[in-house]
């Protein structure tokens, strides 16, 4: 059965008590997200259907039931409970896209503990930061990883146990443990944590323009907009082989990844593979994926490489797709029309809307390089820069604004309420974008209103990389700014400031790059460095890294009136 009903249908009769209903939710009953993933869906009768179907990069596969998920789920939950943890506490997942990443999570959240999945290419500063500011208790990750979690260690008095999850012949160290999904005694039946609507359920750390990367706390109530926006935006179907390509350590990961496809009960595919197009091409022709959700960088890289390589599969499968995490640019949604023979529907959302809030929908008139229309219950806005009141007249540029009260908006920033009441102004959440909306009601993105660096699809806070770039013996101040980039929209360019002596130092530039990549991450790590005399500066100190930016992407520089005489 299509999941399709006109756009204007939807908007008319809209309530959130339809997903209520439709998960057998009732107004003051606990529930909770790892169980309505798992439990549910058996008790549905669907115990016997594949729930996960997993490639690894060398080719090796592996299926999970339904009933498999709900027992290896429980599975980890006794663990993590035999272990003292207990409801509320941070339990980190960092691993690759393996299968216990996806279960692991569904137990976490079944514990009634907190999910924070943090990606595997993370490095150890960025480590640091996002468990020491979570208080994590503990953390699952694997032998591949475990010697950066080593290597902090004796900053995180926190964390208790470091989870191993394939230790079988391996030296654990110093508040190590093992615990394997597959020779763990299994847990037939495991009461789930009697979660409300304010449980909180996940923690995901996005970037912001200043200060350290900020904790978006989620509830397990967020599960109403993922289950619509799921079966109404990504039209996620019970026969559909479903794959998004986003990894777990990125809300896309989880709301799309992880609770979407589990709580519509359909078949998920996931590939633990870096990217290559024919690799790509060859996993939805072989496991028939029929909806797709990616990202525009994906998109570009494949569009590199042309349609002949298109031809070479039979991707007629695919029947739905999807893009999130930049602005899909109208090319490459007429390139997927012409390659795959179906355009690519832009989504628009937030680690802090927590699911889908503007977009595409099927059966809609798609207007190439628009974002859509704001999913139904959702009120969304553009207001005024300076004013901040909503704007009237079609075609002006604004903050794009939502009235807060979705069931999967973040609650606050752990641990930083102050700053997540800044983002509440006259009664809207500000999202920090800008766009304008056209007379049909359309959304079209404008860029970032902040200095939040977004390349390939992942936000990279300048701040986290100027201080990380400060601890380089040879720098004495910095600039991390965003530089066009045709395939991964933008990339980090550092300008910077030497302390005497390091001047024309030999492949100083190569030295900081790498230095960067080792401490955070490769996404992190710029790919150009400029050396400058000194930075421009507001009078008051402040870097005006506006300006900077300004000069990469060839735009006016604007109002320098507060510059520092000297920058
Ligand atoms: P994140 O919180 O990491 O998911 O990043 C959210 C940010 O990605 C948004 O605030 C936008 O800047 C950008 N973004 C996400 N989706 C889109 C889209 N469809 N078009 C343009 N920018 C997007």
């Not at 690799?279 to 525009?296: C, D, G, L, N």
Request: with cysteine.
């Amino acid at each position: 059965m299509s999941n399709i009903v006109s756009y204007e249908e939807r908007i008319k009769s809209f309530s959130w008590d339809a997903a209520k209903a439709e998960l057998g939710l009732k107004d003051g009953q606990p529930f909770n997200i790892g169980a309505l993933c798992s439990d549910r869906i058996c008790a549905l009768g669907l115990g016997a259907k594949t729930a996960l179907i997993w490639e690894g990069s060398e080719g090796k596969e592996r299926r999970f039931s339904y009933d498999e998920i709900r027992v290896l789920s429980n599975t980890f939950a006794a663990g993590l409970r035999g272990m003292g943890i207990v409801p509320g506490d941070r339990v980190c997942l960092f691993m690759d896209k393996i299968p216990e990443l996806y279960i692991g999570a569904i137990g976490i959240l079944k514990l009634g503990a907190i999910a924070q999945p943090l990606f595997s290419a993370f490095m150890q500063d960025s480590l640091i930061t996002r468990l020491a500011d979570a208080e994590t208790r503990a953390i699952f990750t694997t032998t591949r990883h475990v010697r950066k979690v080593r290597k902090i260690l004796k900053d995180l008095p926190k964390l208790e146990k470091v989870i191993v999850l394939d230790a079988e012949g391996f030296q654990l160290g110093e508040r190590e443990v093992a615990f394997s999904m597959d020779s763990a005694p299994r847990v037939e039946s495991f009461e789930p944590f009697p979660a409300g609507p304010e449980t909180p359920s996940l923690l995901h750390y996005t970037s912001g323009t200043t200060g350290k990367p900020k904790g978006a706390q989620h509830v397990h109530g967020s599960i109403l907009s993922q289950y619509l926006t799921t079966k109404w935006v990504l039209d996620v179907q019970p026969d559909d082989i479903y794959w998004c390509t986003a990894d777990p350590g990125w809300v896309t990961g989880t709301s799309y990844g992880i609770i979407g496809p589990w709580v519509t009960g359909s078949t998920q595919a996931v590939l633990d593979a870096g990217f290559s197009s024919s690799r790509w091409y060859e996993f939805i022709q072989k496991h028939r994926v029929t909806m797709w959700y990616s990202a525009p960088t994906a998109i570009r890289m494949l569009m590199k490489e042309g349609t002949e390589l298109v031809r070479k599969f039979d991707l007629s499968c695919l029947r739905h797709l999807c893009s999130v995490g930049e602005p899909l640019n109208a090319e490459a949604v007429l390139w997927s029309k012409e390659a795959f023979g179906k355009p690519f529907y832009d989504t628009f959302w937030q680690t802090e809307t927590g699911a889908i809030m503007i977009a595409n929908y099927p059966g809609m008139e798609v207007k190439p390089g628009s974002m859509g229309k704001p999913f139904p219950g959702i009120t969304a806005t553009v207001l005024d820069l300076k004013e901040r009141q909503p704007l009237s007249k079609p075609g002006t540029v604004g903050l794009i604004a939502f009235k807060p009260g979705w069931p999967s908006m973040f609650r606050t920033y752990w641990r930083n309420e102050a700053t997540y009441k800044s983002k509440i102004v006259n009664g809207w959440y500000i999202s920090g974008d800008r766009a304008s909306i056209d007379e049909d009601g359309y959304f079209w993105f404008v860029g970032r209103d902040d200095d939040v660096i977004n390349t390939a699809g992942h936000l990279v806070g300048p701040f986290e990389i100027e201080s990380a770039l400060l601890q380089h013996p040879a720098v004495a101040e910095s600039a991390a700014v965003g530089k066009p980039d045709p395939v991964n929209m933008e990339v980090v360019k550092a300008f910077v400031a030497l302390k005497p002596g390091f001047e024309g130092k030999e492949n100083l530039d190569l030295e900081i790059m790498n230095f960067i990549r080792k401490k955070l991450s490769p996404l992190a790590m710029p790919q150009e460095i400029e050396f400058v005399k000194s930075l421009p500066k507001t009078r008051s100190g402040k870097i005006m890294r506006r300006m900077l930016r300004a000069k990469e992407w060839g735009e006016p520089i604007g109002d320098t009136s507060t510059l520092d005489d000297e920058g």
